[in-house]
């Protein structure tokens, strides 16, 4: 149950980043059926911007998604009382996953600053840019926390002899069955 409810910021996010991703494939689409002007011209500026844009979306949503993967997976083996091994791709995609979503601490931080002073920061319009806006800072305070868990596990499972190592994990992956 732990482990769902703390991974439900990042479901979120990866739902979202698909969802966006796919209307920005459509509307691209959707300029493509459009009439193209009769200036001689073979591609319309607009349609080969848009193409542009669909590449850059889906460059971040590969490695935003990545990392997210990975802190789930991270989030997985902390609750279960293993450090899994982080390669440089991993380290990689969390570090993206940080840069993603830290910014989102501070402002929240300054948006509650200005709530408290009687200005409206926080608007309602869009409910799923705020439920996004929202699971940012709780996918930041769950990556640093399965980070500093990772790193306790990780001294205390290379002071173990590697024949020790093994029935740990078992007994442990037994216990949260």
Do not use: H
């Amino acid at each position: 149950m732990k482990r769902i409810l703390w991974s439900l910021p990042v479901w979120v996010m990866l739902a979202d980043m698909l969802y966006g991703f796919s209307a920005n494939i459509a509307k691209s689409w959707s300029l493509n059926q459009q009439e193209l002007p009769k200036d001689g011209l073979p591609v319309a500026p607009q349609i080969a911007f848009d193409g542009l844009q669909v590449l850059a979306n889906g460059g971040m949503i590969l490695i935003i998604g990545f990392g997210l993967l990975v802190l789930l997976r991270l989030n997985c083996t902390v609750l279960r009382g293993y450090a899994m091994k982080i390669g440089i791709f991993s380290t990689l995609g969390l570090l993206a996953v940080l840069a993603f979503s830290l910014p989102s601490v501070w402002e929240w931080l300054w948006a509650f600053i200005g709530l408290l002073g009687g200005r409206q920061t926080v608007s309602f319009d869009n409910p799923r840019y705020l439920a996004a806006a929202m699971c940012q800072p709780l996918i930041a305070a769950l990556c640093v926390l399965r980070l500093f868990g990772w790193y306790r596990l990780s001294k205390r499972q290379a002071a173990l002899p590697p024949d020790m190592l093994e029935p740990v994990v078992v007994q442990q992956d037994e216990k949260a069955r």
